[in-house]
């Protein structure tokens, strides 16, 4: 049996194999970007534009504002904010100063965060000041004490003729008060920043740069331990996979994902600059109107995003009367993309929809359809350069072509392990280094993948990861529930949304109470949709509940 089937099926143009000691650190590959497109847009946001000469600019000032204030190379800071020309700027800057970076969901409840700061030991962080009130009420609890204000407008300046001031008025209507002490705001550590020079310091392939959290493949988030390493090696495989599609200087691409999310961060804020590409920023993809001004207001030729969304814009009439002339790529990642959203996005975009696959612990990609159409609708493509893919089967067995077995996967993406964690990690890396990545699947005699199933009981909520037992622990926790289950139901909008079976304690809980609950204690696509009261759950002979009777 041929091991690498898929080589015979790579776009023209992309190796089989990628080098990534040509850059020793992630910051000298957005440097020689940073030198190459210097006067060519680089992201933009609400209309106003930065240029890659500024984002250099503005992150150098930033690094040496945030070495000014004490921090040392391998210290966490923490970025929770949408996707605004702050993201950017705080993340180069971050990687100038040898920092690690903390990306952390802005919708996060407060226990959320305090789970995340004070595992990972964050000491600085920059939020937007719409979530300051949830920092303040756990910043005691964290070693937290460099906190750097933000707002939507603080980078936007005067657009005068646009709705972006009626916008930002109206968010800063929705700021509620807070009591942080000894803040600063996002402009005041630039304007500081012109006064110190970055401190020299030394960084490798292995230091780490990024704790990305994430459930893994099993229990409760953890940090997943990003090095230069496997993010350099996780942009040369992307940014390769591009080769023949786009074209140095003249891309513009559309972001509508969060950066803090390990899709977008890797591929838009990051892999993407490699072609000096002009990426728009959208600051909210829920409201599809801004997404729509944006295709209006440029020639959109990239965009990334999730099934949920490609299928919300293809019911939206003002999107369907959109020019998409200039749309070379769109590619879909984070959950499965339906074969009638993707064949109905070609229809109306006359541009293919390729899915990919990825996972945190992989930086993120290990396998992508061809762009130029030549891929598999429902199929997770093919493995990018320099990884491996083998299927094992439950018996421990390698699977031979289309039989189902747990994909693992071997690659310089893969991360170094969990921060603090190496039970955690050798339970997801083996001794030789494969990634077990709990999915179930097969592969096709032409290498193409396709998933089938997950080996764990993770949900899958528009792109984001739910593991059932952070539901579970947060709703037994109410003192009127005596057990729950957390499970996936499928979910025509979001692809799977949480439902929950719970034994009353108290019989007086009702579901409007016990949502409340949930609501103040877990992120919004973490909620459950469902609650179905009932007298018992199914257990099995040593009392452990059965999750799959339940499903």
Known sequence: MDKKPWLRHYPAGVPESIDPSRYPTLMDFVSECFGRYQERNA???????????????????????????????????????????????????????????????????????????????????????NFAANLESIIDKTKIDIVILT???????????????????????????????????????????????????SSGPENVIVHQYTGGTTGISKGAMLTNRSMVANMLQISTWMKGQLTDGKEITLSPLPMYHIFAFAVNCLAIISYG???????????????????KRNKISLMTGLNTLFNALLNDEEFRKCDFSALKATVGGGMAIQKVVADRWKEVTGCVLTEGYGMTESSPLISVNPLDGTGKTGSIGLPVSSTE???????????????????????????????NQPSETARTITSDGWLCTGDIGHMDEEGFMYIVDRKKDMILVSGFNVYPNEIENVVSSH????????VGVPDEKSGEVV?????????????????AY?????????????????DELPKTNVGKILRRALR
Do not use: W
């Open 43 to 129: 992201f933009e946001c609400m209309g106003k534009i930065i240029t890659y000469g500024e984002a250099d600019e503005l992150s150098t000032r930033f690094a040496a504002y945030l070495h000014s204030r004490g921090l040392e190379p391998g210290d966490r800071i923490a970025l929770m904010m949408p996707n605004l020309l702050q993201y950017p700027v705080a993340v180069f800057g971050a990687l100038k100063a040898g920092l690690i970076i903390v990306n952390t969901n802005p919708l996060y409840t407060p226990r959320e965060m305090q789970f995340q700061f004070e595992d990972s030991g964050v000491q600085a962080i920059v939020i937007l000041e």
């Open 151 to 201: 707002s939507i407008g603080e980078m936007l300046g005067t657009l005068k003729g646009t709705l972006v001031n009626l916008a930002v008025r109206h968010l800063k209507k929705m700021v509620p008060s807070h009591n942080l002490k000894n803040t600063v705001t996002f402009g005041h550590a630039l304007k500081e920043g012109k006064k110190f020079t970055i401190k020299p310091f």
């Open 277 to 295: 590409a002009h990426t728009v920023l959208v600051t909210n993809a829920r409201d599809l109107k801004s997404i729509i001004k944006e295709f």
């Open 389 to 419: 893919i083998r299927i094992i089967k439950d018996d421990g067995t390698e699977a031979v072509y289309g039989e189902d077995g747990e994909i693992q996967c071997r690659g310089p993406q893969v991360m170094k392990g969990y921060y």
């Open 479 to 486: 003192p009127g529930v005596l057990e729950v289950a957390a």
């Open 499 to 515: 439902k929950i079976f719970v034994v009353k304690k108290d019989k007086n809980l009702d579901r409007d109470g016990l949502l």
């Open 518 to 534: 949930c609501k103040e204690n877990l992120t919004g696509y973490k909620v459950p949709k469902h609650i179905e009261f009932r």
